[in-house]
């Protein structure tokens, strides 16, 4: 009997080859998409971690202004206390010169606060305010006894007749001491700063 001569079927649909493309192209699109989302994700969690280290320390350095505040305070109360102990009196004080001349005196002492704060360190602090304030103290003291020694030859002390009683010394004297008291402070302390940044380095 005649055979029938095979005919083998070479050519391929093409349907299945564009669905197996299809499928690819989604399956490299989700990769693409999963590697975005999680990109997105990290980026997202270092941002709150930035948001929350922001937050804390902005929460730490108001404590700190609060707590420098309150012994900023501290510190005028005692002194006022200490001149209201001692009897030191301004006849006709004039308010404009004594802010001005106690400005920066106080400035810096509310600086150098902060910055002592800032360490979180008890020592420091104990330090700060003792210096902030024995030196201070004892130099009221000091015109105090200055002011009851009477004017005679033997002592040749100078007066002033177109100043009241204390006002030389506690209008410029004294806020001129403090000033360089708390100059010598914030000096110290930016000096230790650069000392201790270049041994780390």
């Given at each position: 009997?005649?055979?029938?001569?095979?005919?083998?079927?070479?050519?391929?649909?093409?349907?299945?080859?564009?669905?197996?493309?299809?499928?690819?192209?989604?399956?490299?699109?989700?990769?693409?998409?999963?590697?975005?989302?999680?990109?997105?994700?990290?980026?997202?969690?270092?941002?709150?971690?930035?948001d929350i280290t922001r937050e804390?320390?902005?929460?730490?350095?108001?404590?700190?202004?609060?707590?420098?505040?309150?012994?900023?305070?501290?510190?005028?109360?005692?002194?006022?206390?200490?001149?209201?102990?001692?009897?030191?009196?301004?006849?006709?004080?004039?308010?404009?010169?004594?802010?001005?001349?106690?400005?920066?005196?106080?400035?810096?002492?509310?600086?150098?606060?902060?910055?002592?704060?800032?360490?979180?360190?008890?020592?420091?602090?104990?330090?700060?305010?003792?210096?902030?304030?024995?030196?201070?103290?004892?130099?009221?003291?000091?015109?105090?006894?200055?002011?009851?020694?009477?004017?005679?030859?033997?002592?040749?002390?100078?007066?002033?007749?177109?100043?009241?009683?204390?006002?030389?010394?506690?209008?410029?004297?004294?806020?001129?001491?403090?000033?360089?008291?708390?100059?010598?402070?914030?000096?110290?302390?930016?000096?230790?700063?650069?000392?201790?940044?270049?041994?780390?380095?």
């Amino acid at each position: 009997m005649p055979t029938k001569p095979l005919k083998l079927q070479s050519e391929r649909h093409p349907v299945p080859i564009m669905a197996g493309v299809f499928l690819l192209y989604i399956r490299i699109y989700l990769i693409k998409a999963h590697k975005k989302t999680i990109l997105v994700i990290e980026a997202l969690e270092k941002k709150r971690d930035f948001d929350i280290t922001r937050e804390d320390n902005m929460g730490n350095f108001k404590d700190i202004v609060v707590k420098a505040i309150f012994y900023f305070f501290s510190v005028i109360a005692l002194h006022v206390s200490v001149i209201y102990f001692l009897g030191i009196r301004i006849e006709d004080p004039r308010l404009l010169e004594i802010s001005l001349t106690y400005f920066l005196p106080l400035i810096l002492l509310l600086i150098n606060c902060i910055l002592c704060l800032r360490k979180r360190m008890l020592k420091n602090n104990i330090i700060w305010f003792i210096k902030s304030t024995v030196p201070s103290i004892i130099l009221l003291f000091f015109l105090k006894e200055l002011q009851g020694i009477e004017s005679n030859e033997s002592y040749a002390v100078v007066e002033f007749d177109f100043f009241t009683k204390y006002y030389i010394e506690m209008v410029y004297i004294f806020p001129l001491f403090c000033f360089v008291v708390q100059l010598v402070i914030i000096l110290s302390i930016v000096i230790k700063y650069f000392l201790k940044k270049e041994i780390n380095y």
